[in-house]
Structures are given as structure tokens and as C-alpha cells.
């Protein structure tokens, strides 16, 4: 596969508007692990290698284990995610897939257990964040595997300051 053409070079203002909900939702009500967890699921429903990648790399350096991210995409068979991790999986699913769905009744019921409107919210908007981020890296063949946490790439500093 090669890229089509670098968005981010052609497009800063709006990689910066992108980034800009990147920080919102750093900062938002909902935990970063779950934001991972529906960035990973939303991608791949959506068949974004790049973000696959990325997601699943943070998802390990975050903790999550191998069970939990091999099991995602059949995570209503399996035990391995809570009640609230359910409800966010399905709204998620939900949202992705807008034009089949149209974000039924039941699922929204369902979040509106789990999460406060200001959570729902929140969660909503991390959805729409991973859906643009699935559409920009699709549509221009970003290559995935060149992706490196930015918590690994930390912590490898911090241990080469130690060794030296």
C-alpha cells in the first residue's frame, strides 16, 4: 500500500481543529482507557489499519490485556467487560454505523444508565473523533505500524537516563 498524500502537511488548520477535540476528550468525563477501548472498536468496524495499530499499541501500554482486545469484536459473547463498557460499546457501534442504526431507543436507554448526559456527551464526541480520524487515515492510505505511544516512547527516555 503507499499513502495517497500527507493531509497533515496540506492541512494544518484543520489537523489542529482535530487535535483540538484530542484535547477536549483528554480532559473529558469519560476514563482514557474506555476512550481506547471504543477507539479500537469503532476502528475496527470501520477497517482503519493505522488506527488499529495505534489503538492497540496505547490499549497494551495502558494495561489492557491480550483477552480483552482479541475478544473486542465479539464483546457481547464474552465476560470480560463491564456493564459500563458494554453500554459504550453499543452506543458506539450505534453511533458508527448511524445510517443503518439511527441510534435506537434501546441503546440509548441503555447508556443513559451507565453515563450522565455530560459522560454521553462526551463519549458521543469521542466517537465522532475516531470516525473522522478512521475516515482521514482510510481515504489517504496513512501506512500503519509507524505508530509509537507516546507513553512508551516516554518511559524508553526515562530508562535511558537511568542506564546513563
Known amino acids: 500500500m503507499k499513502e495517497r498524500l ?12 482535530m487535535y483540538g477535540l484530542v484535547t477536549y476528550l483528554n480532559h473529558s468525563t469519560i476514563e482514557k482507557k474506555l476512550l481506547h477501548l471504543i477507539d479500537l472498536r469503532v476502528s475496527q468496524i470501520n477497517g482503519c489499519a493505522y488506527c488499529l495499530d495505534m489503538h492497540w499499541k496505547d490499549l497494551k501500554v ?14 457481547r459473547e464474552t465476560p470480560f467487560y463491564t456493564d459500563r463498557e458494554r453500554a459504550a460499546l453499543a452506543w458506539a457501534e450505534a453511533v ?12 440509548f436507554e441503555e447508556a443513559r444508565k451507565h453515563f450522565s448526559e455530560q459522560e454521553l456527551v462526551d463519549l458521543t464526541m469521542g466517537v465522532v473523533t475516531i470516525n473522522s480520524w478512521n475516515r482521514l487515515s482510510i481515504s489517504f492510505r ?13 518511559k524508553a527516555a ?5 542506564s546513563a
Not at 497533515?8 to 488548520?13: E, I, V
Not at 494495561?63 to 469484536?73: F, I, V
Not at 458508527?96 to 441503546?107: A, G, M, N, Y
Not at 526515562?158 to 537511568?162: D, F, G, L, P, Q
Open 142 to 154: 496513512v501506512i500503519p505500524g509507524t505508530y509509537q505511544s507516546p507513553k512508551l516512547q516516554q
Open 6 to 17: 500527507n493531509y497533515a502537511n496540506l492541512a494544518p488548520g484543520a489537523l489542529k481543529a
Open 158 to 162: 526515562e530508562e535511558a537516563k537511568i
Open 62 to 75: 495502558d494495561g489492557e490485556t491480550d483477552q480483552r482486545l482479541y475478544s473486542l469484536d465479539a464483546w
Open 96 to 107: 458508527t454505523l448511524v445510517s443503518e442504526t439511527h441510534v435506537p431507543d434501546d441503546v
